[in-house]
């Protein structure tokens, strides 16, 4: 097989055999698999691999950044409650003030979405990270994006925040809970109580071999460089 990345070809489906095309598609997979009995597994393997995945990127990328000017990136987790209302907030308010803001969505501490408010259809704007993060790099800077307002930690590949620092791109953040200082997110100890915020590290770092960390917490660059 040859793939041709620069050729488009639209499929219609379920057209070519017309009302019998449930019935005549069984019929053609029982003898495809019979003939080819590795056939699922193969398919299954393609499209783990996704080895077109840069090139549908590449293509929404360039649908959006023909049209671009300088925006600022607004980041966040897909955890919901009263952080997603302010992330729409700021998203209305960057809108009213004549901005572009793009949508930068983390989820597993490796995938990023990119996601572009007035261009909602572009679904292929997915980078894992490290492995894409000079491609991310670049379609920051495809998207002119000045700034990152980030809002959430939890979720967040470390690689991002390495990335933003390497780059220069400015940022701020804005704080929902205590995810920024302390692993258990809620400054709460072993005994369910509030911990006080000792002040001697010691004392984090023992409720922490105790109690463990939220499983999202990651440990970031910028705090080591703070």
Request: overall charge negative.
């Amino acid at each position: 097989h040859v793939l041709a990345a620069d050729v488009f070809v639209e499929h219609e489906g379920s057209v070519s055999f017309g009302a019998g095309a449930a019935e005549q598609s069984a019929k053609n997979y029982q003898k495809l698999t019979a003939r080819w009995p590795l056939y699922d597994a193969e398919v299954r393997d393609f499209i783990g691999a996704d080895p077109v995945r840069t090139f549908r990127r590449n293509v929404d990328l360039a649908r959006v950044a023909a049209q671009t000017h300088p925006r600022v990136a607004v980041a966040s987790n897909l955890l919901g409650g009263g952080t997603e209302r302010h992330v729409r907030e700021t998203l209305d308010a960057l809108s009213a003030q004549g901005e572009s803001p793009v949508l930068l969505r983390y989820e597993d501490s490796r995938r990023v979405q990119i996601h572009v408010p007035e261009c909602p259809d572009l679904v292929n704007l997915v980078l894992l990270l490290p492995e894409d993060r000079d491609a991310l790099l670049a379609a920051l800077a495809q998207l002119k994006v000045k700034r990152i307002h980030f809002h959430q930690v939890i979720g967040a590949p470390g690689e991002l925040f390495q990335l933003v620092m390497d780059a220069a791109i400015p940022y701020d953040c804005t704080l929902h809970d205590y995810a920024w200082l302390c692993p258990q997110v809620n400054l709460i100890d072993a005994s369910r109580s509030y911990c006080g915020e000792p002040a001697d590290i010691r004392d984090c770092e023992s409720c922490l071999r105790r109690s463990g960390n939220h499983k999202d917490w990651q440990t970031f660059p910028m705090f080591a460089a703070s």
